[in-house]
């Protein structure tokens, strides 16, 4: 399932039931004046290319393949996607870019068609890889002590601040390593434990040992959420992910003590009755809870800590590929589980 305002978990409202009958549709006002959302419509490939293979129909391909070629066509602002496109002028709306909120699981899926393709999608690699040195360039900085972190980009303004739903970079650009030049394989595999790196010590700088939705980066502070709304926990996964996926790809033991931390923290925090609850300021062991338990904390969260302290073979990374929440799809000639229609 895809939420509403990204392609990770961002909560938003849902479409009127009604909508699928009638065969209307509109934006959010809120989204660049009802601009498409990047993650939303950037984040179709794996499931839409699957969906084409095992059925034989040709139409959910065709229809990815046709925004992914009309975006490879558009010029990029500072070498990146910006979040908001006009679906009736067909151009970019705010210049905003992020790995974070609204754009992070575009990303994801271009590393993750390539993969699931078994080397067939080669725009798909392409466009990685120009965006991996544009993201280098453009998105990532180092604080004062030396953590490195993704910024978000607002026209030419850099805005010093991580999203947790960006927390999956670390594993993103470890796994996406070993698929670029031979020459800055090295640097992306450091890049990814560098940043799983920064996002530990946004849980391990709160009073919780929980991170916080966002945390910021000033000559004063560093990792830290600065601003009430940005101080909550809603059980998101990216951080774990990321220690999954350096773990298989590492074995680096201090990934799992990482997960057994936030395993803990998760337990003793959020327990509640009947399930697990999330909170409103990770900086306060009293933190009053929100009550909601988060349909991905079942589909993700839960499960990547699962796999984290799982053999390799449950789930092995080089015959399945994990969608953007935590699905597992089989990667094409290499898993019998993928049954494409000859």
């Known amino acids: 399932m895809m939420d509403a305002c990204d392609g990770r978990g961002c909560p938003g409202t849902l479409p009127d039931p009604g909508s699928i009958k009638s065969g209307a549709s509109k934006n959010y006002?809120?989204?660049?004046?009802?601009?498409?959302?990047?993650?939303?419509?950037?984040?179709?490939?794996?499931?839409?290319?699957?969906l084409s293979d095992i059925t034989g129909n040709p139409v959910y391909k065709e229809k990815v393949n046709h925004i992914r070629d009309f975006l490879a066509k558009m010029d990029k602002p500072q070498g990146l996607f910006p979040n908001y496109l006009n679906p009736k002028t067909g151009r970019w709306g705010q210049h905003h870019m992020s790995m974070g909120a609204l754009g992070d699981s575009f990303y994801e899926y271009l590393l993750k068609s390539w993969i699931q393709s078994n080397g067939e999608d080669v725009q798909a690699l392409q466009m990685f890889q120009e965006l991996a040195e544009a993201i280098n360039d453009k998105l990532v900085f180092s604080s004062k002590s030396g953590l490195r972190?993704?910024?978000?980009?607002?026209?030419?303004?850099?805005?010093?601040?991580?999203?947790?739903?960006?927390?999956?970079?670390?594993?993103?650009?470890?796994?996406?390593?070993?698929f670029m030049p031979p020459n800055r394989q090295d640097y992306y595999l450091q890049l990814g434990k560098d940043l799983t790196h920064t996002c530990h010590e946004s849980y391990d700088r709160t009073a919780t040992k929980l991170g916080p939705e966002s945390f910021r980066f000033s000559d004063a502070s560093e990792a830290k959420a600065l601003k009430q709304n940005e101080k909550y926990y809603i059980q998101r996964p990216e951080v774990i992910e990321s220690y999954f996926v350096l773990w298989r790809v590492t074995k680096d033991p201090k990934y799992r003590q990482w997960g057994?931390?936030?395993?803990?923290?998760?337990?003793?925090?959020c327990r509640v009755d009947g399930g697990f609850s999330g909170l409103k300021n990770v900086y306060m062991l009293d933190s009053a809870k929100d009550d909601v338990q988060q349909s991905f904390f079942l589909a993700e969260t839960l499960k990547y800590l699962y796999l984290l302290f799982s053999e390799d073979?449950?789930?092995?990374?080089?015959?399945?590929?994990l969608n953007t929440e935590a699905h597992p799809l089989p990667i094409k000639g290499k898993n019998p589980a993928y049954k494409a229609v000859s």
Do not use: N
């Open 313 to 321: 073979d449950l789930i092995p990374l080089d015959s399945w590929v």
């Open 149 to 178: 972190y993704l910024a978000d980009l607002k026209y030419d303004r850099i805005e010093h601040k991580m999203d947790h739903l960006a927390c999956f970079a670390g594993g993103f650009f470890a796994i996406g390593s070993e």
């Open 29 to 50: 006002a809120w989204a660049s004046s009802s601009s498409s959302i990047l993650a939303e419509f950037g984040t179709l490939h794996l499931e839409f290319t699957y």
């Open 260 to 269: 057994w931390e936030a395993a803990q923290a998760i337990d003793k925090h």
